[in-house]
């Protein structure tokens, strides 16, 4: 809804967004996923485009409307998105707002699995997933020059969110107070904790707002950081 002659301050930046959760298969008709509706990361994709940057989102399974202006890349499994996203490098900014399912099966049945009658479940082993925030925070040359994660908490949200900055590497984090009672889980609105130095203890708290919000006022911290 912005008019076509609105400031366009991200003109010849390239922007990478993740979205959605990712889907692990286990056999052709069950998967392994994390809840996450896409809202947040498809908002951001959207607002960065609005402001001139040249948008690539890279999207699990969602049930949105494609994001104006963007280039969306679809995928499932961690290790997709992890391809999809370097794929599209270089980029200058790096948004993570996927929920990436921490684990995947180790051996996904080519049938689908059947019960045997027995009332034992099979042995499902599991193996970790990359972790794409922190293998391209650590991307060297083709590093994004700000690369900007999520940390969903439901307890000591800025604490651990700094932590996982640190882990991760990344520049930037907003985290995400998801504790049942603030109902942001899936739902249209989002309480974040920016969190840009960890030393410096800064814990810009902003107000609970909507998605689309949250969107724009990171979209306009990230027009500061490159002004
Ligand atoms: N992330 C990612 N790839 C993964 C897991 C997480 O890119 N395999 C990104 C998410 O998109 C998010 C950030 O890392 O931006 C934090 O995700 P989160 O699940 O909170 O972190 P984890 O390191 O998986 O820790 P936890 O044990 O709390 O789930
Ligand atoms: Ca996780």
Known sequence: LEAADAPKPLLGKKAIVTSGPTFEPIDPV????????????HAIAES???AGA???LVSGPVSLPD???????????????LA???????????VFAAAVADWRAADAADQKMKKDGSGVIAD?????????LATISASGPTRPALVIGFAAETQNVAEHARAKRT???CDWILANDVAPDTGTFG???????????????????WPRQSKTGVARMLTARIIDHFA
């Open 48 to 50: 960065l485009a609005q």
């Open 167 to 169: 882990r991760k590497g």
């Open 124 to 132: 499902l082993k599991l193996l970790e997933n990359p972790d794409i």
């Open 67 to 81: 994001p104006a202006g963007v280039t969306l890349v679809r995928v499932e499994t961690a290790r997709e998105m």
């Open 84 to 94: 999809a996203v370097t794929n599209a490098l270089p980029a200058d900014i790096a």
């Open 30 to 41: 069950r998967f392994i996923a994390n809840r996450s509706s896409g809202k947040q990361g």
């Open 187 to 205: 739902g249209d609105q989002n309480e974040i904790c920016l969190i840009t130095d960890d030393d410096e203890k800064t814990d810009e708290r």
């Open 54 to 56: 040249d948008v690539t």
